[in-house]
């Protein structure tokens, strides 16, 4: 099976910084490749699918990009409201595998 | 409103069963594939299971083959998850989450989720 390799597991960084967050598959998956946010004690809610495409109503400061293997989820600009826990999940095939998960904080 | 609510979580002791339910409504149930994802208290999330809009396909991780089954009513706009055989690592919030639909496909990303149900695998 393929797995999601993902980092770092958690970071810490100040409102308006530029935040990068990887995912690495052990297998081409193509850009079949999703990012989910989890805010403390919610739901999940899906962010990117096929590795840069904005979900609707997602604000453009998220953004997804793909490099072969290697996916990168960045936040352009932190702000508060984006404090949670990040996951990407690979779509391709089953099983559907997420990553472990980075969690964002504000320094 | 577009939603799913999940149903019939609770307490169990190992080796026990349980069958927890989904219901969907301001969509068109049946024409969406379906999962089931869990998280465990702290934990990252799993994915369970999975069916096809026409419950032609299923999936399951292997951590839960033999012993969950996944169904669906399309008459009645619910998922199912029949679990037998709990164990205590079984314990965890379980999601139901719809498959996304794009690009005029389906895809195995989910795009809507319910609030969750927890089950308690304890002796």
């Known amino acids: 099976d393929i797995q999601m390799t993902q980092s770092p597991s958690s970071l810490s960084a100040s409102v308006g910084d530029r935040v990068t967050i990887t995912c690495r598959a052990s297998?081409?998956?193509?850009?079949?490749l999703a990012w989910y946010q989890q805010k403390p004690g919610k739901v999940p809610k899906l962010l990117i699918y096929?590795?840069?495409t904005l979900q609707s109503g997602v604000p453009s400061r998220f953004s997804g990009s793909r490099s072969g293997t290697d996916f990168t989820l960045t936040i352009s600009s932190l702000q508060p409201e984006d404090v949670a826990t990040y996951y990407c999940?690979?779509?391709?095939?089953?099983?559907?595998?997420f990553g472990g998960g980075t969690k964002v904080e504000i320094k | 409103e577009v939603q799913l609510v999940e149903s019939g979580g609770g307490l169990v002791q190992p080796g026990g069963s349980l069958r927890l339910s989904c219901a969907a409504s301001g969509f068109t149930f049946s024409s969406y594939s379906m999962n089931w994802v869990r998280q465990a208290p702290g934990k990252g999330l799993e994915w369970v299971s999975y069916?096809?809009?026409?419950?032609?396909?299923?999936y399951y991780a292997d951590s839960v083959k033999g012993r969950f089954t996944i169904s669906r009513d399309n008459a009645k706009n619910s998922l199912y998850l029949q679990m037998n055989s709990l164990r205590d690592e079984d314990t965890a919030v379980y999601y139901c989450?719809?498959?996304?639909?794009?690009?005029?496909?389906?895809?195995?990303?989910?795009?809507?989720w319910g609030r969750g149900t927890l089950v308690t695998v304890s002796s």
């Open positions: 297998q081409g998956i193509s850009s079949y």
């Open positions: 999940q690979k779509y391709n095939s089953a099983p559907l595998t």
């Open positions: 989450a719809r498959c996304g639909y794009s690009y005029g496909g389906a895809y195995w990303y989910f795009d809507l």
């Open positions: 069916i096809s809009s026409s419950s032609s396909t299923i």
């Open positions: 096929a590795a840069s």
